[in-house]
């Protein structure tokens, strides 16, 4: 089995780095403090004898290549080392460092696999700095050119490309130097499903369609006291319109829709002023791929009427579409096996939130083990999952690496 | 008359300053901006032979107390020279300018008047970087203590009385230090009524109440992808709700209130993360005190029925309450009678926007004089009055201060 202290003990350290003066977690991809938090990933793989690899868009490997070693597809694991604002120090984490731990488990136990095993942090998994999410992991599967996904501007008005050479990180190899023979994805739940049913281990078989979009909608500022309610071309009251709208349709249906209203500016953003400018965000997810899109035509449709009956301008910018993926049957099944083994019960299950195995998923087969969020709670401070599952899910890990890397 | 080329000039000119790299008018209240602006007229009253005087809430005085002049109370005119972000270049400036411009008529026409004329630039009016609006004249008029106002903490963080001394406008006077005898405020309307019924100047003789809240709303950062609605505390989701229904029950009424929510900040404003906290500004107001308390009363049944269908705490802070106000019926007579003299239509009106007349009605006898506002638009670079209805607003406010002046 893993070394629990030293598993636990690194995602600790980890989650300290990028702490700001009021203890938020932030560690935005291709930042200062992310920067450090991949100084210290990569201390780490040195530490374990690993070869250090990092190609153009940033994504880290540590390389396990024993002497004499077939130069066969490596077995990947892996996740993110980026996180989200006022973030918990799980989400991503915990899938590298456990990674990195079966490695250097297998690697103290003198094992010689049968195929190199690798460990890799992608960039810019959250998609919070730069759009789209898991923008690594679809740049390295080929979804995404490398120089367009360089020249993305963020949130700051930053470009990654400058970004990562100014942290050092804008590595020599291509995305996708490795092609893997298998990738799996040790993650926190981030839902409440595991917790809810008292089940230690989630074996992932889907990810729901993920659909991101940036609306814009322009009114006319005028005075606050003087401008009767029939003369406004409000847009904070359009927006706020599509915010309910959402949330209704929502809450009125009964699949497993979900709608997210994350960012919101008004602008000039002044007491006194009807806003001349709203800019926000769309998150809609569903795990089916028409009812995906059935959803996207009624935002669409209802921007079109609240044009006309709100009079204001509209423009909508897509800044992430993915569709709903199927994990590999294999590894999935080889997750429920690992589970039944170590006396754990397991359910199939569909991810709610991205994960880069979505992207991997692509070039090699690729599943995902899930273990339980107290509460659900993700993108939090309070997201918390106990020791005693973070260790069973990196031992289920290292069984079906062992298993994986000596067939 | 006056020197219209001279008042269209300095309105012109005053309008440059403050402008950014984006031709954005913004001079803040005690900004470096508005310290700029502040310098600016204190030169022109300089030019003009009169007396400058600040006191300690940084109020300018210019006074014009002719030697011989008779220790009387003195005739007030003025405005104020702060802005809002994205400002127009009439609002208030063109009531200092137009003031200074009925002062330097009257002294270079040799008139001795009765008592002192005095032109005022009231501090912090627009009520963007502090509340309450009107700040200044609220405080020269004693309707709140000099040191809490100075201690006031603005949207950026900064304290009035800081930014005061580090501007060089935190003078000596105690505000207050001059009772007007009366005081007259001309002002651009700000809203659509004037220039719709063509008439080029207004009698002031009520201004609406005003009532501005800061709510914020506090529910649960989550994941957006795997937080189901039912299991959702969105902050962002119930501010929506708060502005759909302001607007909803403003437009449903036969009255002339409206509400506004002009600033609106999500946190942490991040695309895949249910926001944890929501913070907006709720600006309410009525010609009609009872009505306007009603409409308090309704925002806050709401926010409590808010709270127990989205589970979020709320909080709010009163941050201006203001009764309507009734302006000097002999002095609305007067602007009447000026205007009849000058062959030009007057009506009597309201005034929808908060000005320092309605401070200093407290008191003084106060009144106001509107022009029109092309297409009733105001706090927004668009704001436009023509030049013909700007001199003849300053022309009746001469006839009206040489009346005052001499009786
Ligand atoms: N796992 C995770 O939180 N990914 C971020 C991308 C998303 O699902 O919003
Ligand atoms: N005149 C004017 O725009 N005053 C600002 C205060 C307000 O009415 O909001």
């Given at each position: 089995?893993?070394?629990?202290?030293?598993?636990?003990?690194?995602?600790?350290t980890?989650?300290e780095?990028?702490r700001?003066?009021?203890?938020r977690?932030?560690?935005?991809?291709?930042?200062?403090?992310?920067?450090?938090?991949?100084?210290?990933?990569?201390?780490?793989?040195q530490?374990?004898?690993?070869?250090?690899?990092?190609?153009?868009?940033?994504n880290i490997?540590g390389i396990?290549?024993?002497?004499?070693?077939?130069?066969?597809?490596?077995?990947?694991l892996?996740?993110?080392?980026?996180?989200?604002?006022?973030?918990?120090?799980?989400d991503?984490?915990?899938?590298?460092?456990?990674?990195?731990?079966?490695?250097?488990?297998?690697?103290?136990e003198?094992?010689?696999?049968s195929?190199?095993i690798?460990v890799?942090?992608f960039t810019?998994?959250?998609?919070v700095?730069?759009?789209p999410?898991m923008?690594?992991?679809l740049?390295?599967?080929?979804?995404l050119d490398?120089d367009?996904?360089?020249?993305?501007?963020?949130?700051?008005?930053?470009?990654?490309?400058d970004?990562l050479?100014?942290?050092?990180?804008?590595?020599e190899?291509?995305?996708?130097?490795?092609?893997?023979?298998?990738?799996?994805e040790?993650h926190?739940?981030q839902g409440p499903?595991l917790?809810?049913?008292?089940?230690p281990?989630?074996?992932?078989?889907h990810?729901?369609?993920?659909?991101?979009?940036?609306?814009?909608?322009t009114?006319?500022?005028?005075?606050?006291?003087?401008?009767?309610?029939?003369?406004?071309?409000?847009?904070?009251?359009?927006a706020?319109?599509?915010?309910?709208?959402?949330?209704d349709?929502?809450?009125a249906s009964n699949t497993?829709?979900v709608?997210?209203?994350?960012c919101?500016?008004f602008?000039?953003?002044?007491?006194?002023?009807?806003?001349?400018?709203?800019?926000f965000?769309v998150?809609?997810?569903?795990?089916?791929?028409?009812?995906?899109?059935?959803?996207e035509t009624?935002l669409?449709n209802?921007?079109?009427i609240l044009?006309t009956e709100?009079?204001?301008?509209?423009s909508?910018?897509?800044l992430?579409?993915?569709?709903?993926v199927?994990?590999?049957?294999?590894?999935?099944?080889l997750?429920?096996?690992?589970?039944?083994?170590?006396g754990?019960?397991?359910?199939?299950?569909?991810?709610?939130?991205g994960?880069?195995?979505?992207?991997?998923?692509r070039?090699?087969?690729?599943?995902?083990?899930?273990?339980?969020?107290?509460?659900?709670?993700?993108?939090?401070?309070?997201?918390?999952?106990?020791?005693?599952?973070?260790?069973?899910?990196?031992?289920i890990?290292?069984?079906?690496?062992?298993?994986?890397a000596?067939?």
């Amino acid at each position: 089995s893993i070394d629990a202290a030293r598993l636990l003990g690194r995602i600790r350290t980890l989650g300290e780095i990028g702490r700001d003066t009021d203890g938020r977690l932030i560690r935005l991809a291709a930042s200062d403090t992310e920067k450090l938090g991949r100084d210290r990933f990569v201390g780490w793989i040195q530490g374990a004898g690993l070869e250090v690899a990092v190609d153009r868009i940033g994504n880290i490997f540590g390389i396990w290549k024993p002497e004499g070693t077939v130069d066969a597809a490596p077995l990947m694991l892996g996740s993110h080392i980026d996180t989200v604002i006022g973030a918990g120090i799980y989400d991503g984490c915990y899938g590298t460092l456990s990674g990195l731990e079966v490695i250097e488990t297998l690697k103290a136990e003198g094992l010689t696999p049968s195929r190199p095993i690798v460990v890799a942090a992608f960039t810019n998994e959250e998609g919070v700095r730069y759009a789209p999410d898991m923008m690594g992991s679809l740049v390295y599967a080929g979804g995404l050119d490398v120089d367009t996904a360089l020249a993305t501007i963020g949130t700051d008005g930053t470009m990654l490309g400058d970004e990562l050479e100014r942290i050092g990180y804008a590595g020599e190899h291509q995305p996708g130097f490795l092609r893997p023979h298998a990738y799996i994805e040790l993650h926190i739940e981030q839902g409440p499903i595991l917790e809810r049913e008292g089940i230690p281990v989630g074996a992932v078989e889907h990810l729901q369609g993920i659909s991101w979009q940036r609306v814009v909608i322009t009114g006319d500022a005028n005075h606050a006291g003087t401008t009767p309610i029939s003369m406004r071309r409000d847009a904070g009251h359009a927006a706020a319109r599509v915010v309910t709208f959402l949330r209704d349709r929502a809450k009125a249906s009964n699949t497993p829709t979900v709608a997210t209203v994350g960012c919101m500016r008004f602008e000039p953003d002044v007491i006194n002023v009807i806003p001349s400018r709203a800019t926000f965000t769309v998150d809609l997810r569903d795990p089916d791929e028409d009812r995906l899109r059935e959803e996207e035509t009624a935002l669409t449709n209802f921007l079109e009427i609240l044009s006309t009956e709100e009079q204001v301008g509209i423009s909508v910018e897509r800044l992430a579409r993915f569709e709903p993926v199927k994990f590999d049957q294999g590894i999935v099944g080889l997750i429920e096996k690992a589970a039944r083994n170590r006396g754990l019960a397991c359910r199939r299950m569909t991810s709610g939130a991205g994960h880069d195995a979505q992207m991997i998923a692509r070039i090699a087969p690729s599943a995902m083990i899930f273990v339980p969020s107290i509460g659900g709670i993700s993108h939090n401070p309070k997201e918390y999952t106990a020791d005693e599952d973070l260790v069973a899910g990196t031992n289920i890990l290292l069984d079906i690496v062992r298993r994986l890397a000596t067939e």
